[in-house]
């Protein structure tokens, strides 16, 4: 078991090594699994032989040879299913590989396991996923947060060495936060979304989990770079984002946010970031109090942007061409209202709903076009942050992990779980979240993760700054 | 413009989605709470502020209209509910 809950960096070392091989490597994360997900429930299915297959025939001396991990379900893995935790695409397969995938397996790593989601990435706990509920490895009464909280789990739980997740409103950062590990949102066109299914087009992005930030650079760096299969991917050199991991933050000017520490957050929240930041004045770093104004009209904004893309993405899915069927439908249209009504659950009838009416005639300029005008205003603020700081600190999640079933009732609840990291999405910025602490909640150690934020495609940045703290803590 | 009022039943037919009358009963005041919500957006001034589609500064893309491998009708296929003869299948559309 320890084999599997151990970092891609050590895992090479033995590989390499000869002291195991791919296969053992496998096998000890299969046997995991088979030992700890019945209570977490992070794994929606995984293929083994599959898995066994590759690893048998891996090249160790790749970057990422011989290393299994998991994937989201929403990327499409060619031969495996791909259902966004959703009904509605029960019994598909994917026909090909997402970039992502074809770029992993170009390193050396093999793809193994799918793992649950809130359904089509909309949710903040993983509650919404169709098919399962995953619970917090800390925590079996709690979220894993959301909406890659499979992925975020099952790497906390050491059932995975890493994983990938997509996070375009804070999917990714969020549940690494409550579960406690580390999870990379990079820059907007830094990685191609080329097989991924869509669910908000100006915000996904597809970024690992991990137990160290040394990992996370080693998995980016696999995944990014231009694809022309994806006309958002940047045509921007790929740097070495290990080469000044190390460096430190001495020099560098930290700001914090002060709209990022409101009224309402965990006090043992605030207490461990205050912490974190404190760490970072010791290193060396200055720490500046920064302002970006529109900060509290981020939430708001993102459910106009996101709704309204998700409800042209989410067409797609007709009965048609993949995915279940209504039963002997009338006609077409009944076809239509049935297979889209039996197989979409609740969030995604929301958000089809409110992003089809900010997006209707007479209410797009109110709303829609609205919304795209403050995007402007929120990345403009962060332009003028990054034009005084290196990074910025903050926390990624107001609380910790809540209890599963909290904030079900109450959609707006559960869209403010995202306050602190839809942000980054909208700007287009890279950003992290790393673990800094526990809090004791309910006689439970409830993981925290620090939230740092970096200009656009400044990953090389945002991960030294990440690994300065992760090492002063004794990562 | 007339005050923002979102009627599910209405949207939902829009967007052919068909929901139950329970589905309706609560999605109706969930909805309009986030309105509410959202609506705080119209405190913020954006005269003569450029609305942002997306973040990075990528307008028109162009590449070379090469063939390159796709999938076989085999494959296409594969997935569908219901396909015959090489086709997707589904229900008659025009009468006649």
């Known amino acids: 078991m320890e084999l599997a809950g151990t970092t891609i960096t050590k895992a090479r070392r033995l590989l390499q090594a000869g002291e195991i091989s791919p296969v053992q490597l496998v096998d000890a994360v299969n046997a995991s699994i088979e030992q700890t997900d019945p209570k977490v429930g992070g794994y929606l299915s995984r293929d083994y032989e599959r898995a066994r297959a590759l690893a048998a025939e891996a090249d160790t001396s790749l970057p990422l040879g011989g290393i299994p991990i998991a994937i989201k379900d929403v990327i499409n893995v060619q031969g495996e299913p791909c259902r ?24 050396g790593a093999i793809p193994f396991g799918r793992t649950n ?31 890659s909280g499979g ?9 995975a060495l890493a994983s990938l997740g997509t996070d375009t409103g804070g999917s990714i950062r969020q549940p690494a936060a409550l579960c406690g590990c580390v999870g990379l949102k990079p820059s907007y066109g830094r ?31 696999a995944i990014a770079g231009h694809d022309p299969l994806d006309s958002t991917s940047l045509d921007v050199p790929v740097p070495d984002y290990s080469a000044t991991l190390n460096d430190g933050v001495k020099g560098m000017k930290l ?21 974190a930041i404190e760490v970072y004045r ?44 209504a039963e002997a439908p009338r006609d077409l249209a009944d076809h239509y ?99 800094c602490g526990e809090t004791e909640t309910d006689g439970k150690k409830l993981p925290v993760g620090l939230q740092i934020m970096a200009p656009f495609f400044e990953e090389v940045r945002l991960l030294r700054i990440a690994r300065a703290y992760e090492s002063a803590a004794g990562c | 413009m007339s005050a923002p009022h979102l009627d599910v039943r209405y949207v939902a037919d829009l967007v052919r989605l068909k ?78």
Do not use: W
């Open chain 1, 117 to 147: 989601m809130d359904e089509f990435a909309m949710g903040s706990s993983t509650e919404n996923s169709a098919i399962q509920i995953t619970r917090n490895p800390r925590d079996p009464e709690r979220i894993p947060g959301g909406s």
């Open chain 1, 337 to 435: 209202a049935r297979t889209r009504g039996e197989g979409f659950g609740k969030e995604v009838k929301r958000r089809i709903i409110l992003g089809t009416y900010v997006l209707s005639s007479g209410y797009y300029d109110a709303f829609y076009l609205r919304a795209q005008k403050v995007r402007t205003l929120i990345r403009r603020d962060f332009e003028e942050a990054f034009r005084k700081v290196d990074g910025l600190l903050s926390p990624t999640s107001p609380v910790p992990a809540f209890k599963i079933g909290e904030r079900m009732a109450d959609p707006l609840q559960m869209y403010l779980a995202d306050i602190f990291t839809i942000a980054a999405n909208l700007a287009g910025i890279c950003a992290i979240s790393i673990p």
């Open chain 1, 282 to 325: 010791g290193l060396g770093a200055e720490i500046v109090e920064v302002s970006l104004p529109h900060t509290k009209y981020a939430v708001a904004d993102y459910y106009i942007i996101a709704t309204a893309e998700a409800s042209a993405n989410l067409a797609r899915f007709d009965g048609v061409r993949y995915g279940k069927r």
């Open chain 1, 255 to 275: 700001g914090v946010p002060k709209e990022y520490f409101v009224e309402g957050m965990d006090p043992q929240v605030e207490a461990r970031v205050r912490e």
């Open chain 1, 151 to 159: 992925s975020a789990a099952v790497v906390a739980a050491n059932e």
């Open chain 1, 84 to 107: 966004c935790a959703s009904k509605i695409l029960t019994g598909y397969t994917a026909p090909y590989d997402a970039t992502v995938i074809k770029k992993l397996r170009a390193a």
């Open chain 2, 19 to 96: 929901l139950t009358d329970d589905e309706i009963a609560e999605l109706q005041p969930q909805l309009d709470h986030v309105l509410s919500y959202i609506e705080q957006l119209n405190e913020v001034n954006v005269d003569g502020i450029e609305p942002t589609a997306h973040a990075s500064a990528v307008y028109n893309v162009f590449r070379a209209d090469n063939p390159r491998d796709t999938f076989t009708q085999e494959q296409a296929i594969a997935n569908a509910p219901h396909s015959g003869s090489g086709l997707f299948l589904v229900p008659k559309v025009v009468e006649g």
């Open chain 1, 191 to 221: 990685v191609s979304r080329y097989g991924l299914v869509a669910f908000a087009s100006s915000l996904d992005q597809i970024g690992p989990f991990t137990h160290t930030v040394e990992d996370a650079a080693l998995v980016l760096q």
